[in-house]
């Protein structure tokens, strides 16, 4: 971050109006070296960041009631006096603090648990504002941790701003660092909706949105405020998405994948050679892909399909039909072992019919990667498999003009690859996700693609069953793996950590807790304790690639009946032997992520179970719990996961490309981003590069939003 080149002595120098909005906010007197290092934790770095960091709630103080008016189980606000010296008891690290609060009309008890430094701030005589869940049995009240706030006579009760903290920095701190910043600040944003939507939606104008979303004098001026940031939020994320579309397009070109009676007959002759037919709809995804593929215009489509609904298959045989017609392709898989049996599985297939499959790992030795590089660039290699990391590497190709991005249920990881190809040209591209989300959503995420939808489940599946289980219930889960074990099949136990120290799932990604069961620590147990006479294996991300392989090989061969791992199992592995699945505290994972765990069994002919090992029965982990064990349809289930979580942990922190959103919540605020859809239809529709004068400021408007990096992340 540049320093203000001002010397702070000089307050008359301060920056220029407009780059105000742009300095540090060290150029605030509030905020000194060290408050700027807790700001930049919470990404805030220039004052309008600083403008931008939204309230995650308020505190309502304008509602105080008399406390013979308290309503049971609401919470409500009340100004009191402390009728008695508060007084504390503490236990270990358990502290109980408690006294009587009285107004004119009543009495009311209160404690707070584990804030012994409140006994010194409630003087006997005192007059505050308290604010909690109020629990009333007819004229005796209780309530327990209120929020409490100084009564300022002759104030008018204010709406209070709560910001998401970090360690080191407090709400009221956060509340004047923001305020000592807006008077300057807020009259100097720019505004970026153009006139006419401001009208038609009758929005807000900007200044008064970043006034009342930070104070708002009323709950209707804070509904104002927040519409209108979210209306612009969502206009400039969508509309810059769509703004690069439109510029590439018609400068791109693919090449075109046009099957002949020949290469169809040679498709056929692979197609039939699977052991299975494929469904209704992986035939009608497969039609609408060669239909895409021979345009020159790139192909953007994505399939959504549940887990275990042979998606695979659909990529397969859209390469084979670009090898067929010499031209290559690349499929990029979210972990080595996925990629590793996606290049086994497509290298089986197009052997036949003389296709080169090559995969591309980390692991892989530098001369295997250097004849890869050679066999892509000569074009004797067809089809390139590897991860998303290895293939970020810059690789030439002689015509490549297919990528295929298998993503399972995470969303937007999303490097750019820099494929480069003789003919300069671009691939077509496909993406394959097993989480299916609404098609306004898939649009902020993906742009303006087609959607491809597989619904269909292959024939003879016969659907898992899946239970709960406490750990008091253990021995009886060992004796369902033992019956299992018995009639020959295999059986996953999935814990949430490696092992004690290390958590390495970026789901979870704070602290273990304790009585987390580790896979390093049940495998132990396992193979000396309780099935000291089958073969157990270990698998988590930890491993170096080679053993992550052989561990894999041995199970899937037979050889270990039990796998022990970790959520790095979840993308892709398939053994249809093995038929149950323990997920040790299932509360730790999250609905989707269990769901996509859960499809690593039954995928053959037997039937198959799924436990979820877990205490927690309550709330919104006994809430997902329920939910799978009531259904195995991988749409409900997503739309069940967006409900219980919202967009922002259900996308995933670790998007790259689009901006995180600040304010928006893509599951609550879904009408705003269709109106948003439309009047981005309308202008894209009458000026798809933005040239008109009313709209020839927004180009620069998208570019701030993302960060200066404005690049479409689908391509
Ligand atoms: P996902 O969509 O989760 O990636 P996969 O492509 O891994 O699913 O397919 C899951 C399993 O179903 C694989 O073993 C695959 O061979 C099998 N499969 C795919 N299509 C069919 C079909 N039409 N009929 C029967 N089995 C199929
Ligand atoms: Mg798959």
């Given at each position: 971050?540049?320093?203000?080149?001002?010397?702070?002595?000089?307050?008359?120098?301060?920056?220029?109006?407009?780059?105000?909005?742009?300095?540090?906010?060290?150029?605030?007197?509030?905020?000194?070296?060290?408050?700027?290092?807790?700001?930049?934790?919470?990404?805030?770095?220039?004052?309008?960041?600083?403008?931008?960091?939204?309230?995650?709630?308020?505190?309502?103080?304008?509602?105080?009631?008399?406390?013979?008016?308290?309503?049971?189980?609401?919470?409500?606000?009340?100004?009191?006096?402390?009728?008695?010296?508060?007084?504390?008891?503490?236990?270990?690290?358990?502290?109980?603090?408690?006294?009587?609060?009285?107004?004119?009309?009543?009495?009311?008890?209160?404690?707070?648990?584990?804030?012994?430094?409140?006994?010194?701030?409630?003087?006997?005589?005192?007059?505050?504002?308290?604010?909690?869940?109020?629990?009333?049995?007819?004229?005796?009240?209780?309530?327990?941790?209120?929020?409490?706030?100084?009564?300022?006579?002759?104030?008018?009760?204010?709406?209070?701003?709560?910001?998401?903290?970090?360690?080191?920095?407090?709400?009221?701190?956060?509340?004047?660092?923001?305020?000592?910043?807006?008077?300057?600040?807020?009259?100097?944003?720019?505004?970026?909706?153009?006139?006419?939507?401001?009208?038609?939606?009758?929005?807000?104008?900007?200044?008064?949105?970043?006034?009342?979303?930070?104070?708002?004098?009323?709950?209707?001026?804070?509904?104002?405020?927040?519409?209108?940031l979210v209306y612009e939020e969502l206009f400039l994320v969508q509309g810059g998405l769509r703004y690069m579309k439109n510029k590439k397009r018609g400068v791109e070109k693919s090449y075109r994948i046009l099957i002949g009676e020949t290469e169809k007959k040679r498709m056929a002759s692979v197609v039939h050679a699977l052991p299975f037919e494929l469904t209704q709809d992986q035939n009608k995804v497969i039609t609408a892909i060669l239909q895409d593929m021979k345009k020159e215009s790139p192909m953007n489509r994505l399939i959504q399909g549940d887990v275990g609904s042979g998606k695979t298959v659909v990529a397969a045989v859209s390469i084979l039909a670009c090898a067929l017609c010499g031209k290559q392709s690349v499929l990029l898989a979210p972990t080595s072992i996925l990629a590793a049996q996606h290049a086994a599985t497509l290298g089986r297939l197009f052997a036949p019919a003389g296709i080169a499959v090559a995969l591309l790992l980390g692991s892989t030795s530098a001369a295997e990667k250097k004849r890869i590089r050679t066999g892509l660039a000569n074009g004797q290699i067809a089809v390139l498999v590897g991860t998303h990391a290895v293939l970020s590497e810059k690789i030439c190709f002689d015509a490549l003009a297919l990528t295929v991005t298998d993503e399972q249920h995470r969303f937007g990881v999303r490097q750019r690859a820099t494929f480069l190809d003789?003919?300069?040209?671009?691939?077509?591209?496909?993406?394959?996700?097993?989480?299916?989300?609404?098609?306004?959503?898939?649009?902020?995420?993906?742009?303006?693609?087609?959607?491809?939808?597989?619904?269909?489940?292959?024939?003879?599946?016969?659907?898992?069953?899946?239970?709960?289980?406490?750990?008091?219930?253990?021995?009886?889960?060992?004796?369902?793996?033992?019956?299992?074990?018995?009639?020959?099949?295999?059986?996953?136990?999935?814990?949430?950590?490696?092992?004690?120290?290390?958590?390495?799932?970026?789901?979870?990604?704070?602290?273990?807790?304790?009585?987390?069961?580790?896979?390093?620590?049940?495998?132990?147990?396992?193979?000396?304790?309780?099935?000291?006479?089958?073969?157990?294996?270990?698998?988590?991300?930890?491993?170096?690639?080679?053993?992550?392989?052989?561990?894999?090989?041995?199970?899937?061969?037979?050889?270990?009946?039990?796998?022990?791992?970790?959520?790095?199992?979840?993308?892709?592995?398939?053994?249809?032997?093995?038929?149950?699945?323990?997920?040790?505290?299932?509360?730790?994972?999250?609905?989707?992520?269990?769901?996509?765990?859960?499809?690593?069994?039954?995928?053959?002919?037997?039937?198959?179970?799924?436990?979820?090992?877990?205490?927690?029965?309550?709330?919104?982990?006994?809430?997902?719990?329920?939910?799978?064990?009531?259904?195995?349809?991988?749409?409900?289930?997503?739309?069940?996961?967006?409900?219980?979580?919202?967009?922002?942990?259900?996308?995933?922190?670790?998007?790259?490309?689009?901006?995180?959103?600040?304010?928006?919540?893509?599951?609550?605020?879904?009408?705003?981003?269709?109106?948003?859809?439309?009047?981005?239809?309308?202008?894209?529709?009458?000026?798809?590069?933005?040239?008109?004068?009313?709209?020839?400021?927004?180009?620069?408007?998208?570019?701030?939003?993302?960060?200066?990096?404005?690049?479409?992340?689908?391509?």
């Amino acid at each position: 971050m540049p320093k203000p080149k001002t010397p702070k002595s000089e307050p008359a120098s301060v920056p220029k109006d407009a780059e105000f909005l742009d300095a540090p906010v060290s150029l605030l007197p509030s905020v000194a070296a060290k408050r700027q290092k807790l700001l930049e934790k919470l990404s805030v770095y220039t004052i309008s960041d600083l403008l931008s960091y939204f309230p995650r709630d308020y505190v309502d103080w304008t509602d105080v009631t008399p406390i013979a008016d308290l309503r049971d189980k609401e919470v409500m606000s009340f100004q009191a006096v402390v009728r008695r010296k508060p007084s504390l008891l503490r236990k270990g690290h358990m502290s109980m603090l408690s006294t009587v609060l009285s107004d004119p009309t009543g009495t009311i008890r209160v404690t707070w648990f584990n804030q012994p430094y409140l006994e010194k701030r409630l003087e006997k005589g005192e007059t505050f504002c308290f604010r909690g869940k109020i629990r009333r049995d007819g004229s005796v009240f209780d309530v327990t941790n209120p929020a409490i706030q100084a009564a300022k006579e002759g104030v008018t009760p204010e709406i209070l701003p709560l910001y998401p903290l970090t360690k080191g920095l407090s709400q009221g701190v956060l509340r004047q660092v923001i305020a000592s910043a807006t008077e300057k600040g807020v009259p100097l944003i720019p505004e970026v909706l153009p006139p006419a939507i401001l009208a038609a939606e009758s929005l807000c104008d900007v200044g008064y949105a970043y006034e009342m979303i930070h104070r708002p004098t009323s709950w209707e001026a804070e509904r104002k405020a927040r519409e209108r940031l979210v209306y612009e939020e969502l206009f400039l994320v969508q509309g810059g998405l769509r703004y690069m579309k439109n510029k590439k397009r018609g400068v791109e070109k693919s090449y075109r994948i046009l099957i002949g009676e020949t290469e169809k007959k040679r498709m056929a002759s692979v197609v039939h050679a699977l052991p299975f037919e494929l469904t209704q709809d992986q035939n009608k995804v497969i039609t609408a892909i060669l239909q895409d593929m021979k345009k020159e215009s790139p192909m953007n489509r994505l399939i959504q399909g549940d887990v275990g609904s042979g998606k695979t298959v659909v990529a397969a045989v859209s390469i084979l039909a670009c090898a067929l017609c010499g031209k290559q392709s690349v499929l990029l898989a979210p972990t080595s072992i996925l990629a590793a049996q996606h290049a086994a599985t497509l290298g089986r297939l197009f052997a036949p019919a003389g296709i080169a499959v090559a995969l591309l790992l980390g692991s892989t030795s530098a001369a295997e990667k250097k004849r890869i590089r050679t066999g892509l660039a000569n074009g004797q290699i067809a089809v390139l498999v590897g991860t998303h990391a290895v293939l970020s590497e810059k690789i030439c190709f002689d015509a490549l003009a297919l990528t295929v991005t298998d993503e399972q249920h995470r969303f937007g990881v999303r490097q750019r690859a820099t494929f480069l190809d003789r003919e300069m040209r671009s691939p077509h591209t496909l993406v394959m996700s097993a989480t299916p989300i609404p098609r306004t959503l898939a649009l902020i995420l993906y742009g303006d693609l087609d959607i491809s939808v597989i619904r269909s489940i292959p024939a003879g599946r016969i659907p898992i069953e899946t239970y709960t289980a406490s750990y008091a219930e253990e021995e009886r889960v060992f004796a369902l793996v033992r019956k299992q074990l018995d009639e020959g099949r295999q059986v996953y136990f999935v814990c949430p950590t490696i092992d004690e120290e290390t958590h390495l799932d970026e789901d979870f990604s704070d602290e273990s807790e304790p009585g987390m069961i580790s896979a390093t620590a049940l495998f132990e147990r396992l193979r000396t304790e309780v099935f000291p006479a089958e073969g157990v294996g270990l698998l988590h991300g930890g491993l170096r690639s080679s053993d992550k392989d052989l561990v894999m090989r041995r199970f899937i061969e037979g050889e270990s009946k039990i796998l022990v791992c970790t959520t790095v199992v979840e993308v892709g592995v398939d053994n249809p032997n093995a038929t149950l699945m323990v997920i040790e505290n299932a509360e730790r994972f999250g609905l989707s992520q269990l769901h996509q765990l859960r499809g690593r069994v039954g995928r053959g002919q037997h039937r198959s179970v799924c436990v979820l090992m877990s205490d927690k029965r309550s709330g919104v982990s006994g809430e997902r719990l329920k939910t799978l064990c009531k259904t195995t349809d991988g749409f409900q289930i997503a739309r069940k996961d967006l409900e219980l979580r919202g967009p922002g942990d259900f996308f995933g922190t670790r998007q790259h490309g689009i901006p995180a959103l600040r304010i928006a919540n893509l599951y609550r605020d879904t009408d705003v981003l269709s109106r948003v859809t439309l009047a981005l239809d309308d202008i894209y529709a009458e000026d798809p590069l933005l040239e008109l004068p009313s709209h020839r400021n927004l180009p620069e408007a998208f570019l701030r939003r993302f960060g200066n990096r404005l690049e479409h992340p689908s391509l």
